[in-house]
């Protein structure tokens, strides 16, 4: 582009600048592997934010995805869906749960928790969340969100929501004692997944789920990140052997196309109406047949696949010996490395990505993993080796 001296002048984005992006662009995948537009390749360990977990171009996810594009792309709600009643099917009894509503992202399954909770609740309205939980951009689910970064600058926030710290369960009772009238539900992530790769202790979601039943709360559960198999159990709450009343996923769900779902129990589906809730393109034919397939192939072996390939992962990053590691935590293939105070996950991420390896940061601290279920032994030392590389150079 020329100014007008018809100097040469690098041309202004056209783009928001609401992503901090790397100066890389991705041009196709293959596996577990992108490419640039160079031509070189890079070990993908983050999948699209933990969305392409069968990784890029599978044979398998792609024929369904080219049969259903052959046939439809889209038809309007107002229609039946017999794809939409098969994966709303496959969901329900994974889930143990009864009705599902389609949407095309996390923060729009969210925002129909949300919803729903408040239809069940009569007059209930109180939603409590964890401090640090992150539940997605738009008003509502940014409101459930317990960061105030996130909120800064669009106040005033949805009201409705107040925040107990994460893992405590009498830290969460009595914040419920604040708002107990009003209070309909409590919502969470199982791991959070933005703010570090956080577990809580052991038995917490069980007694959050105990607390619910004793004060007629439902227990929403944001699987949005931790979902679709990501930590070795098709739900991450699964672990622990609780049944929530909502469940929310998106990411993972169609391995790279937008589809998101929220998944509930009769009681609260059945105060939903025709009129009550909807999407033009919740659900939408192209990314329900992806999702299908996806489901078909998370069947137990790969979960268990999954849960020992992040043993191995995490035991190699802990084999490094490395001293500018703190902790090394995750469930399957959800990992946090975090690194002592003082040294930047982004600039960690950078390096690997200037050496071939994609990765992403939560918070300032934690390098956050999450490889595609498809990486073999190979991957894992690959990454080890790239990693130790890096860490050898601070
Ligand atoms: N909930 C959780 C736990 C998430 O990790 C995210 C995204 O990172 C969201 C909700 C929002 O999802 P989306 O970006 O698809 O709106």
Sequence with gaps: MFNQHNDIVEKESSLLKNYSRYPVEFVSGDGAYLFDKNGKKYLDFLSGIAVTGFGHSNPRIKSAVEKQINKLWHVSNLFESEQQEILAEKLAEISGLDSVFFCNSGTEANEAAIKFARKWGKGRSHIITALNSFHGRTMGSLSATGQKKVWEGFEPLTPGFSYAEFGDIDVLEQEYNKHANETVAIMLEPIQGESG?????????????????????????????????????????????????????????????????????????????????GSTFGGNPVAVAAAIEVVNLLDDSVLNQIDKLGTSLIE?????????????????????????????????????????VVTGTSGEVVLRLLPPFIITEKEIVQFGAALSGVLNEL
């Design 197 to 277: 790769i956080i577990i809580p202790p052991e038995g917490y979601l069980k007694n959050v789920r105990q607390f619910c039943d004793e004060h007629n709360l439902l227990l929403i559960l944001d699987e949005v990140q931790s979902g679709m198999g990501r930590t070795g159990k098709f739900f991450a709450h699964q672990w622990e052997e609780i049944k929530p009343d909502i469940i929310t996923i998106a990411k993972g769900i169609a391995n790279g196309l937008p589809l998101g779902a929220a998944i509930c129990s009769k009681e609260v589906g059945d105060e939903i109406k025709p009129g009550s809730h």
């Design 316 to 356: 190699s990053i802990i084999n490094l010996h490395a001293i500018q590691i703190k902790e090394v935590r995750g469930k399957g293939l959800m990992i946090g490395v975090e690194f002592n105070e003082g040294i930047s996950a982004k600039v960690i991420a950078q390096k690997l990505l200037s050496d071939g």
